[in-house]
Nanobody, 129 residues
């Protein structure tokens, strides 16, 4: 079965950096959407960034564009999120997710939760002022 294992969360001061990683196993094919989402207490889950494992431009939420970078290592089935210039409003539980439909080169994956079928356990990111 598909499993996603996340790591890299922690507590940092504003302006600091963190790198989140997500290892995917058990997926039936290697061309699909992957994304990072986050959820703060009392708020709905929101998309952060996404990428297409078949190749294409990543997609970022406006609130993180220019600060976060999503990347993938298909050989290792690993998704990463480099987070720089962190702000207190970035504090949330961060989730890695994977879709279950075949993509193609150039397709831009979106960051809507219903588009994703498999989810990691979440890793907490706390940014203090």
């Amino acid at each position: 079965q598909v499993q996603l294992v996340e790591s890299g969360g922690g507590s940092v001061q504003a302006g600091g950096s963190l790198r989140l990683s997500c290892v995917v196993s058990g997926h039936t094919y290697n061309n699909y959407c992957m994304g990072w989402f986050r959820q703060a207490p009392g708020k709905e889950r929101e998309g952060v960034a996404s990428t297409n494992t078949a190749g294409g431009s990543p997609y970022y939420a406006g609130s993180v564009k220019g600060r976060f970078t999503i990347s993938q290592d298909n050989a290792k089935n690993t998704l990463s999120l480099q987070m720089n210039s962190l702000k207190p409003e970035d504090t949330a539980m961060y989730f890695c997710a994977a879709g279950d439909f075949a993509t193609w080169y150039g397709y831009t994956c979106q960051i809507y939760p219903p588009q994703y079928n498999y989810w990691g356990q979440g890793t907490q990111v706390t940014v203090s002022s």
